[in-house]
């Protein structure tokens, strides 16, 4: 199996990335951010213990969503603003003993995204989330969440909340 570590957001906003990826047929995993990317972590569970540990370490912290950005013409997303969760991504992938990427983590909140086999207009994808997905200030991060693959080529699911702080 596969798994990768990241964060919920409030259900009402959610809500709305989720009416705003069925308007595109863009279906995937629940709208979320992501900590450690499925490539970084063993296909067993087996990173969980100290996952835990470093989650219990951690205080409790804010996350503000920002404006509307891009990765290119492909990848149309809510960016991030937390020094935190960049400290919380910095200490997972240490005490993990896993290797980061080659880029900057970026923490950010992806609205839509294309694929291969499903081209999206960026353009009309961006106006249509402007209109649709109102600004969100910021919340509380309480906990992170594992996400698994139960199968290859399927959506990821949540398998575990482990709770931020002591």
Known sequence: MKYFIGIHIPKDYKHK?????????????????????????PDNDSFIK?????CRKTEKFHIKLGSLEQFGRRVLYVSVDSPELT??????????????????????????????????????????TEVKLPEFSEYDLNSV????????RFIYVPYMQIPIGR
């Open 17 to 41: 990335i989720e009416l705003l990826r069925a308007e595109f047929r863009f279906f995937s995993t629940e709208p979320h951010i992501t900590i450690v990317p499925p490539p970084s972590l």
């Open 145 to 152: 969440t594992i996400y698994r693959q139960p199968k290859e």
């Open 87 to 128: 400290a919380l991504y910095n200490n997972l992938f240490q005490s993990l003993g896993l290797k980061k990427e080659a880029r900057d983590y970026t923490p950010h909140l992806t609205v839509i995204k294309e694929r291969r086999n499903r081209k999206i207009d960026i353009d009309i994808a961006r106006k249509r």
């Open 50 to 54: 100290n996952t835990v540990e470093v």
